[in-house]
């Protein structure tokens, strides 16, 4: 669904870090996502996790790595942008009634509408955090006022140091949630084997045209975009 969405706000939130509010959103389901038309002469757009949602409005969290979202960070309040929205299969329901929910870096920002989500099923979270550094922090306070949250960053700067791996010993994680960059979803899977990840993949439309983003999978090869972005574990098939 094409959209042109207002920018209702829009801030710095940490080291390169950005918060942006978009009002004239549809209603989205917890792990989908958008695609943005940057400004200049950007001919992708740039997908983009939801980081929550009230009524139509949708906060999304990205950090400037290229020329795509430098151009993202110097848009202002009361411009618009043209959206895909309501993008890919989010994240499902489960019957348990404590789970995990791990992100690293800016795959964190879609837990935080997970466990909000999560919390209204009377579903108990523990969430475990991943930073490189404490300037690389945000969200935290947020995550506080909905479950346990475990900090850890690579310096030791903030929490415990090291990953999101030293953050889970001696917890035993029945279910789990989990958002970052491959590598660590590669280990976590590794050792935890029941849950759901979203993976972040290069995408040219970002709706299940172009099958640039097709990943194998134990039953036969998925778009990302489509089919996911958020797999089962038991699915993954993970390169060598």
Not at 53 to 64: A, F, S, T
Not at 207 to 226: L, N, Q, W
Request: proline share 5%; with cysteine; net charge neutral.
């Amino acid at each position: 669904m094409i959209k042109r969405l207002s920018v209702k706000n829009h801030e710095t939130i940490a080291k390169d870090t950005f918060a942006l509010v978009l009002k004239g959103a549809p209603p989205h389901k917890p792990g989908q996502f958008i695609n943005i038309t940057v400004p200049g002469e950007h001919f992708l757009r740039r997908p983009f996790s939801i980081a929550d949602q009230e009524d139509d409005e949708i906060l999304v969290i990205y950090k400037v790595f290229g020329s795509g979202t430098q151009a993202l960070s110097e848009v202002k309040i009361g411009e618009t942008l043209d959206c895909l929205t309501c993008l890919g299969n989010g994240f499902g329901m489960t019957k348990h009634k404590h789970v995990y929910l791990i992100g690293g870096g800016v795959g964190i920002p879609p837990l935080y509408y997970l466990a909000k989500a999560l919390k209204k099923h009377a579903i108990d979270v523990t969430m475990v955090l991943g930073f490189n550094t404490e300037a690389d922090c945000f969200l935290i306070e947020a995550f506080e006022t909905l479950g346990t949250v475990i900090v850890a960053t690579l310096d030791g700067s903030r929490g415990i140091q090291g990953t999101v791996l030293e953050g889970l010993k001696d917890h035993t994680v029945n279910y789990y949630y989990a958002v970052g960059p491959n590598p660590m979803l590669k280990a976590l899977t590794s050792i935890y084997k029941d849950g759901e990840v979203s993976l972040e993949e290069r995408m040219g439309c970002g709706f299940g045209a172009c099958m640039g983003c097709s990943i194998k999978t134990k039953h036969e090869p998925k778009r990302v975009c489509k089919e996911g972005p958020v797999f089962k574990v038991e699915e993954l098939v993970w390169k060598t």
